[in-house]
């Protein structure tokens, strides 16, 4: 179970997986740069899922942290903790869709 990351400025859908074997062993393709936690979770509202998303839109939005911080508990609510616990995907249109929505708002 090894999933490559998506390089900076490379959008592509996100990957979250649980091994079956092993629920602590988790893989995902966005790398962990603003860290606020131990390890990046889904599926619930907690620690783990704010730092899965907020550095989603770290990745999406080319390193911009203060948007990053503004909108990742609304963006962990709508997409990463409906995810199911054994992991899923996330696309990337639904990402930068929420991403320009939220601009347009602004």
Not at 42 to 59: C, E, K, Q, T, V
């Amino acid at each position: 179970m090894k999933v490559e990351k998506l390089k900076d400025g490379e959008f592509g859908h996100v990957m979250a997986i649980r091994n079956p074997d092993c629920d602590f062993k988790r893989e995902t393709n966005i790398s962990h740069k603003l860290k606020a936690s131990d390890d990046f979770e889904w599926g619930y509202g907690g620690a783990g899922p704010s730092d899965f998303a907020i550095n989603i839109l770290f990745h999406f939005t080319n390193g911009d942290e203060a948007f990053s911080r503004k909108h990742y508990m609304e963006f962990r609510d709508e997409f990463v903790a409906q995810l199911p616990r054994a992991g899923g995907t996330i696309h990337k249109e639904s990402i930068l869709e929420f991403i320009e929505k939220k601009k347009r708002q602004s």
